[in-house]
Structures are given as structure tokens and as C-alpha cells.
């Protein structure tokens, strides 16, 4: 059987497999749609968190940026893991003593302001939608390379698994099939990295092979040769970063916080019986999620050894089948410049110009291929990163509906409303969200990669104050809550306006303010957010005696 | 149930935890990660320069060991101030 028959049994298997757990596992009230009806337990719980979490751009993106980025790669393999150390500590348990439905919920409990529960809610839908576009155009990308139909088609395919155990199962059919698609991706994931590894180093472990001996006889380590490599071609050493310390720092730390404060993935933490229970299910989380981003930056420097021995100095007429089947799809191009029909592969410290152009998202997906694996492995990469897309779609439509139906419906415009006409309500969202989210897939706005770094920034510098300083201190009052809000947000989604839409030309380092790219400044909302909420507070009224009860309350695991 | 004083004692304690586990969490990403990466490179071990092997390994290690040091931290302390959450059949677990 070839990559492309491959690819269809290992997609289909996976899909029947889906549809089989949705089926088996349908809502039947609004606490099961929200919810779960909060009975899943801890691990279960951190697998389908770990799921939703790990996204096309984990499964398919992260592995090739690092391979190109070295050791700044590692903004987010700690921003992406170190946010859940925060949510563990800081947020989770007290959510779920809290323990409602969702994350504008608590905003506006908290707060005793429908303002805060409107602002909260608004934030949360385009945090959503800006995510699930992304996810559909990868699923768009993995079905137009592999099984041969047009991107457009495989968004619509897409659309409709997800449509169907979303609106079908709500967050208790997502739950179960997350956990398969967990175990879909990590194994996808895991397969052809031992294979490269064993090739490469010897070694099975990718995470001991990435620091191991290469095994072509040299008895040089994988790493050493990746930097001597990198700076015979002029690309830097691996090991070596480029970007400035201070913006490292600020990115790491916006990527942390926005974790943290993204509502598909604090909403889980209601999904779990007990308070201890969200703390141990944000460390099983983690530890799911660390498999993977463990092995990735292995994955990263695999690929690039492979991919810079194989191609430098080649002549164009010898190349290897995977390399024309990517030239194929535009996403590897060379351009002869010298006329020598050899690729020049270079980077820009090199005095030879560079003639190879590659697309960093295929890295993970042409990786098995660059190292000769077997065609099912490829077939299997597929099923994972469709996997990885879908898992995090659902979260995010649920996400999307629930912030419509209970907070805008129920809790805002409409509250003499039925449990069954609210579940409707919600499942009639979660099916106009897919569509729309799949019509997204298919007419991308430009700036879908932008936008990811909106998300995290807008997260970060509006959710995560809001909640900590809910939980932390009993002084903080809707006044101060509101007014850091919307100061963190609107700084900095206007940063990131100036920077990638007003002026792309300024977007280098020299223009940034304190060196501060739009990918960190959320860092810096946040703070701004934290000092005006105080600020505001100190000179406005405390928050009500029942208010600050609440809180003692939610400090506090067992029911009084 | 709780005196508001146990409450409160039981939050400081919670609050200290929080504390130290937090500055062991920014040592290792933001501190041997970033800003001492340099330094630290100095050191090898095996293949990895030390600083690298933290930034894109040891500090994710870390991370896991740290919430579940801190779930077993509280279970504990829930216990000792009588605050968990009972079963609503059976008493305790």
C-alpha cells in the first residue's frame, strides 16, 4: 500500500472510532453539555485536557518552528507547559469550588457586574473563534496533501465529525472522544520520533537521543554537529539564540499567563467532581501534555540534521521523492540561483545566497518521509494531526456556545428560560459556530497567525488578572476589576495593531518599545492591567460584605 | 465547622506553598531558561549544554514535578485542617 491508501485506513479508523464514542456518550441535560455533569475524573479529565490543549499548531507547527528557530524554539515549549504550574496553583482549585459553568461566569459572579460578565464574554468568543479557524485550516491542509481532495473539501469533511459529537455530546461527548484523540496524536506523535531516534543516535528515547552520539561513525553529538552545521551555512549555531533576552522573557511569560487564562482550557477544570481533584488533574494534564512537548524540540533537531545533510550541496536532478511531492503543493520551493544545479541551502550570515525555500508547517508532517519510515507512519502522522485540530476545535466550540446560551441567554437577556430550550440554544450556537468556523477554514483572513498571538496577549492581559486578583485579594472590586480589563486589553491589542496591521514595515526590533515584540506585550498588558485595577480600587469603593465572603468561600474546599 | 482563625491559617500555609513552588517554577524557566542560559552553557552534560537542556527539557520536568509535589502539599494540609471534601456516602477519601 502506498502513503495515500495508508492515510485513508488510518483516517477512517480514527473517525468511525469518534463517532462511535459520540454516539455512545450524548448529553441529556445542560450540566452534561457545559460540564460532564462534573463527573469525570482526574486523569481522564487531564488526558481530553491535554487534547483540547495541544493543537494543530502543537501537533503540526511547533516541531518545525523550533527546527528553524533553535534554541528560541524554547519561548514555547515553556510558555505552552509553565502556564499550567499557574493554573494548578492559582486558579483551578478555587474555579472549581466556584463551580459553575463557565469562565464570564465567574468574571461576573465575582465582580457582581453584568459589565464584567459582557466584557468577559465578548473576550471569550473571539479568543475562541480566532483559535478554531486556524484548526480547520490545518485539518484543510492535512486532507488536501495526503488523501488528494481539495482543501476546501477536507474543511467541509472537517466540519462535519465535528458538528456531529459537539452539538451531539456537548462537553460529555467531547470529553471521551478527546481522550481518544489523545491517544491518537501522542502515539502519531511518538512513533516516527523513537524511529528517527534509533536511526539518527541509537538511542529509543528521542529525549536522551537529542542530547546522544550520532551513529554515522563520527562520535560527534547530535547537537555539536547541528551547530557546527548551522555555522558553516550561516544559520547561527542551534544552540545559540537570536532573539533579545528581555523579549524571550517577556514572550515566555505572555504565553504562560495566557495558557492560564484561556477559557477552553479553564472550563475543563469545572468538568472534575472534587477541588483536589482540579489541582492532581492539572498535573496529569501536564504530564500528558510534556510527552509530547518533551519530544518535540528532539523531533526539531532530528529534522533539521536530516533535512540539512540531505539537501545542502544536492543536485537538483537527484532529489528524493517527499521533496517533489512538497515542491508539489508550493510549500518547498528552489530557485537555481548560481545555475550550478546543486541547492544552496544558506542562511543569512553566509556569503552564498540561499536557494531553498521550506515551509516550517511541514516539518512534522514530511518528517517520516525525509528519514525513509515506512508508509503507514505517515499515514499515522496524518490521523494525529487531524486528531490534535478536531480535539481543539470541539473545546473551543464549546466554548463559543456555552458563552452564548448560559451567559448571554440565560444569565443576561433571558433568565426565566428552560433547561431544554437552553440546551437547544446551545446546541443550535455550537452548530452555527462550526459552520462559521469552518467557513474561516476555508476564506482564511490573512492573519490567522497573527491573531494566535492576539489571543494569547488578549488572554493574558485580561482573563488572567481579572480571576487571580478575584480569587487573591478580598478588596478588589468590579470598578478596579473592569477598568484593568479593558486598560490590559486595549493596550495591547492596539500594540499589536500598530505592529502587524498599521505598520508591518516597523515590526523589527529597533522600533519595538523597550524591545518588546507584539508576541510578548501581553506581558506588559498584564502588568498594566494588575497596577490600574489597584489603582482603581484603592480609590473606589470595597466590594460587598456578601462579596467577600464568596471569596473566603471558594478559598476553602469543603462546602460550609 | 472551621473557626474564621483556623481559615485563615490554613490560607497562609496554602499561601506559603504557593510561594516557594512558584520561585523553584520561575528558577527554572525564567532563570536557567533565559536569563542564566549563558552562563550555564559553560556546563555540559553528555550532549546537552546546561542551559539549553533546561530551556528546552529540564525546565518541562520540573513544571509536572511541581504540581504534583503540590497536590500531595495539599491533600495534606486539607486534612490537617479538616476542610476536605467528604465523600457523601462515607466518611473521608
Known amino acids: 500500500m502506498n502513503v495515500q491508501a495508508w492515510t485513508f485506513v488510518m483516517v477512517a479508523l480514527s473517525f468511525a472510532l469518534y463517532i462511535g464514542i459520540a454516539i455512545w456518550s450524548r448529553a441529556r441535560s445542560t450540566d452534561d453539555f457545559y460540564v460532564a455533569a462534573a463527573q469525570v475524573s482526574p486523569v481522564v479529565n487531564g488526558m481530553a485536557t491535554a487534547a483540547g490543549w495541544m493543537s494543530a499548531a502543537s501537533f503540526i507547527s511547533m516541531a518545525g518552528l523550533i527546527a528553524f528557530m533553535g534554541r528560541d524554539g524554547s519561548v514555547y515549549l515553556m510558555g505552552w507547559t509553565g502556564g499550567y504550574v499557574l493554573l494548578a496553583l492559582l486558579l483551578a482549585p478555587y474555579l472549581r469550588k466556584f463551580g459553575k459553568y463557565t469562565v464570564p461566569d465567574f468574571v461576573g459572579d465575582r465582580y457582581y457586574s453584568q459589565v464584567a460578565r459582557i466584557v468577559a464574554v465578548v473576550c471569550a468568543i473571539f479568543i475562541s473563534f480566532t483559535y478554531v479557524a486556524g484548526q480547520m485550516r490545518g485539518v484543510g491542509i492535512v486532507f488536501s496533501r495526503f488523501l488528494g481532495v481539495g482543501i476546501n473539501t477536507g474543511v467541509v469533511i472537517g466540519m462535519g465529525i465535528v458538528f456531529f459529537y459537539a452539538v451531539l455530546g456537548g462537553m460529555k461527548g467531547i470529553t471521551y472522544t478527546q481522550v481518544a484523540q489523545y491517544c491518537v496524536l501522542i502515539f502519531a506523535f511518538l512513533v516516527p520520533a523513537i524511529f528517527i531516534s534509533l536511526l539518527l543516535t541509537g538511542n529509543p528515547i528521542p529525549q536522551l537521543g537529542f542530547g546522544g552520539v550520532l551513529t554515522d561513525g563520527s562520535g560527534v ?209 455550537a452548530g452555527v459556530a462550526v459552520v462559521i468556523s469552518g467557513y474561516l477554514g476555508i476564506h482564511p483572513p490573512g492573519f490567522v497567525a497573527e491573531v494566535v498571538a492576539l489571543a494569547f496577549g488578549l488572554a493574558a492581559s485580561s482573563f488572567f488578572p481579572a480571576i487571580l486578583l478575584g480569587i487573591f485579594t478580598k478588596k478588589m472590586n468590579n470598578h478596579g476589576a473592569v477598568s484593568g480589563m479593558v486598560a490590559g486589553i486595549t493596550f495591547t491589542s492596539l500594540y499589536i495593531a500598530y505592529f502587524k496591521f498599521l505598520h508591518p514595515e516597523l515590526n523589527t526590533a529597533e522600533h519595538w518599545w523597550l524591545g518588546v515584540s507584539p508576541e510578548g506585550i501581553g506581558t506588559i498588558g498584564m502588568a498594566l492591567n494588575f497596577l490600574v485595577a489597584w489603582v482603581v480600587a484603592s480609590f473606589t469603593e470595597p466590594p460587598p460584605l456578601e462579596i467577600q465572603q464568596f471569596v473566603e468561600e471558594i478559598r476553602v474546599p469543603r462546602k460550609s | 465547622m472551621q473557626s474564621s482563625g483556623d481559615k485563615r491559617e490554613y490560607w497562609k500555609r496554602n499561601l506559603t506553598y504557593v510561594g516557594a513552588l512558584l520561585a523553584i517554577w520561575f528558577l527554572v524557566s525564567f532563570g536557567f531558561g533565559i536569563l542564566l542560559v549563558e552562563p550555564l552553557n559553560r556546563i555540559r552534560i553528555g550532549g546537552f549544554k546546561l542551559g539549553f537542556w533546561f530551556a528546552q527539557q529540564g525546565s518541562i520536568y520540573v513544571f509536572v514535578i511541581l504540581i504534583f509535589v503540590y497536590v500531595r502539599l495539599m491533600n495534606r494540609l486539607d486534612r490537617t485542617y479538616d476542610v476536605h471534601e467528604r465523600d457523601e456516602r462515607e466518611d473521608g477519601s
Open chain 1, 221 to 429: 553529538y547530535l547537537l555539536d554537529r547541528l551547530d557546527g552545521l548551522g555555522r558553516e551555512l550561516g544559520f547561527g549555531a542551534y544552540t545559540d539564540g537570536q532573539k533579545g533576552t528581555l523579549d524571550v522573557f517577556f514572550i515566555t511569560a505572555a504565553l504562560m499567563a495566557g495558557t492560564a487564562g484561556l477559557p477552553h482550557v479553564i472550563v475543563r477544570f469545572y468538568t472534575v467532581p472534587k477541588v483536589w481533584q482540579a489541582r492532581s488533574s492539572a498535573g496529569w494534564a501536564l504530564l500528558f501534555i510534556a510527552l509530547l512537548y518533551t519530544t518535540a524540540p528532539a523531533v526539531a533537531a532530528f529534522a533539521r540534521a536530516n533535512l540539512l545533510t540531505t539537501v545542502s550541496n544536492m543536485p537538483y536532478r537527484e532529489v528524493p521523492t517527499w521533496f517533489t511531492n512538497w515542491e508539489a503543493t508550493g510549500l518547498i520551493q528552489f530557485e537555481d540561483k548560481n545555475g550550478d544545479g546543486l541547492i544552496q541551502y544558506t542562511g543569512p550570515a553566509s556569503d552564498i545566497p540561499n536557494e531553498l525555500t521550506i515551509d516550517r508547517d511541514i516539518i512534522v508532517l514530511a518528517n517520516p518521509e525525509i528519514a525513509g519510515l515506512p508508509p503507514w507512519v505517515t499515514g499515522l502522522v496524518a490521523a494525529g494531526g487531524l486528531a490534535a485540530a478536531l480535539s481543539t476545535a470541539a473545546g473551543l466550540l464549546l466554548v463559543i456556545s456555552s458563552s452564548i446560551a448560559h451567559d448571554l441567554v440565560k444569565k443576561t437577556i433571558r433568565p426565566s428560560i428552560t433547561e431544554k430550550s437552553e440546551l437547544l440554544i446551545a446546541r443550535v450556537t
